[in-house]
Nanobody, 115 residues
Framework: VKLVESGGGLVQPGGSLRLSCAAS????????MKWYRQAPGKERELVAV????????NYVDSVKGRFTISRDNARKTVYLQMNSLKPEDTAVYYC?????????WGQGTQVTVSS
C-alpha cells in the first residue's frame, strides 16, 4: 500500500498550488479520501474530505471557498486545489485513505506560504 503526495512548495500569499496523492495497493474507489495538515507546534488538522461513491465533499471552515478536493478513481489519485493561499496555510499536508477502521497515510508534502 502506498500513498505518495506531490505538488507542495513555496508560494507567495494569494497564490495557488495543486497537491496530488497517488494511491496504489488497495481498492482506491472504495475509500474515503482526506487531506490533513500539520503546522509546526500544532496538532494535525483535517482539511478536506471526499467520500467514495457519490464523492461528497466537506471542508474545515478556514479553507472553505479557497480549497477544492477532487478524485480521479481511474487514476487512483486525489487532488487538493488550493487558491488564495495565506501564510497560515503553511504546513505539511498529508493524504489519508480511510474505510471503516482501516486507514493509510502518505509521507506528507510541505507547503510554505511566504513573501
Amino acid at each position: 500500500v502506498k500513498l505518495v503526495e506531490s505538488g507542495g512548495g513555496l508560494v507567495q500569499p494569494g497564490g495557488s498550488l495543486r497537491l496530488s496523492c497517488a494511491a496504489s495497493g488497495f481498492t482506491f474507489s472504495a475509500y474515503h479520501m482526506k487531506w490533513y495538515r500539520q503546522a509546526p507546534g500544532k496538532e494535525r488538522e483535517l482539511v478536506a474530505v471526499i467520500t467514495s461513491g457519490a464523492g461528497s465533499t466537506n471542508y474545515v471552515d478556514s479553507v472553505k471557498g479557497r480549497f477544492t478536493i477532487s478524485r480521479d478513481n481511474a487514476r487512483k489519485t486525489v487532488y487538493l486545489q488550493m487558491n488564495s493561499l495565506k501564510p497560515e496555510d503553511t504546513a505539511v499536508y498529508y493524504c489519508n485513505a480511510q474505510l471503516y477502521g482501516s486507514g493509510y497515510w502518505g509521507q506528507g508534502t510541505q507547503v510554505t506560504v511566504s513573501s
